[in-house]
């Protein structure tokens, strides 16, 4: 397998481990935030889903198929991972082709993630309301969530370094 492909799968198995990383840290967050701030969130989403379900369905929407509610769960924890899996392969490639990227072990990557694609993309898209109809939990949720993720990356990422040949 050529180096390009070797590290992409490393960042994609990466990514997928880093979500699952990720989305522990977010639930125990979630689980102890104040419930006024839980109750602002959910009138901020749109059609009371998070965004990766949201986009799932202007997926379907947009091919035309309608799903059952199993259905709609599995397609947007695909989109979910998706999200994680795509980012963190294109991070393994870059990390060596981008002077600093990897210097702060994945936590400027988190960062750079949860700016472009929380605050930024997924308004632009339509999959989330603008940033100042959430709480600041939320923010902060998405944050740490995102920095876990970013350092989980980098760390899978530089353990496959030394067993992927």
Known sequence: MASV??????????????VWLM?????YMYRHEDRDAYKQEKEAQIDDKYVAFVAADKIANTVGVKMNDQQEYIAGKTVHYLLGIVPGALYA?????????????????????????????????????????????????????????GLSTDTVVRALDKVVD
Not at 23 to 27: E, H, L, V
């Open 93 to 149: 490639l870059m990390r060596h082709r981008v002077k600093g990227l990897n210097k702060a072990h994945g936590l400027l990557y988190g960062l750079g993630l949860f700016i472009v694609m929380d605050e930024l993309m997924a308004p632009a898209a339509g999959l989330a309301s603008g940033p100042l109809a959430y709480p600041w939990q939320a923010h902060a949720r998405g944050l740490v969530g995102h920095l876990r993720l």
């Open 23 to 27: 989305d522990r840290m977010t639930r």
């Open 5 to 18: 492909q070797k590290e992409l799968m490393k960042g994609a198995v990466a990514g997928a481990v880093a």
